[in-house]
């Protein structure tokens, strides 16, 4: 497996990672929607996983668009997505960043987290549908 910086030339292995998941943003996501920073590791060209910092105030970044390929085994993806994490911990590092968020309502992931050092913030997440408002 091999990790790279993502470019917007990848946007279509993007794409076609997140059309392999049940629930998926291939429909709605589009290329100016992606940080400017983000990895995806793959092999042999096919993505595998991909994810992004979304930088936000205050030093803080947010781990944003996570999207593993289904079309790959459950251990390769395991893999992946650690090498994809710590490099974005990484990159959070030599960013000097204060700290790293993300939001999720699957317990895996939550349990992953919580195992290299991430924890529970009680908090109620609130959205607005903004689009009704555009012409």
């Given amino acids: 497996m091999i990790i790279e910086a993502y470019t917007p030339d990848?946007?279509?292995?993007?794409?076609?990672m997140h059309k392999t998941r049940k629930h998926t943003l291939a429909d709605i996501l589009k290329p100016d929607d992606i940080p400017?920073?983000?990895?995806?590791?793959?092999?042999?060209?096919?993505g595998i996983a991909a994810g992004f910092l979304r930088l936000v105030e205050c030093k803080y970044a947010q781990i944003d668009t996570l999207v593993?390929?289904?079309?790959?085994?459950?251990?390769?993806?395991a893999e992946a997505m650690?090498?994809?994490v710590n490099?974005?911990?990484?990159?959070?590092?030599?960013?000097?960043?204060?700290?790293l968020l993300f939001l999720t309502d699957e317990t895996s992931i939550i349990e992953r987290a919580?195992?290299?050092?991430?924890?529970?913030v009680n908090q109620?997440?609130?959205?607005?549908?903004?689009?009704?408002?555009?012409?």
């Fill in 87 to 99: 490099e974005l911990i990484d990159t959070a590092k030599d960013l000097k960043l204060k700290g």
């Fill in 82 to 84: 650690d090498m994809l």
């Fill in 124 to 135: 109620h997440v609130m959205s607005m549908n903004m689009t009704i408002y555009h012409s």
């Fill in 36 to 46: 400017g920073i983000g990895f995806i590791v793959h092999r042999n060209k096919q």
């Fill in 10 to 16: 990848m946007f279509d292995h993007l794409i076609e």
């Fill in 68 to 77: 593993t390929n289904i079309k790959f085994s459950s251990a390769d993806r």
């Fill in 114 to 120: 919580s195992k290299i050092g991430f924890t529970h």
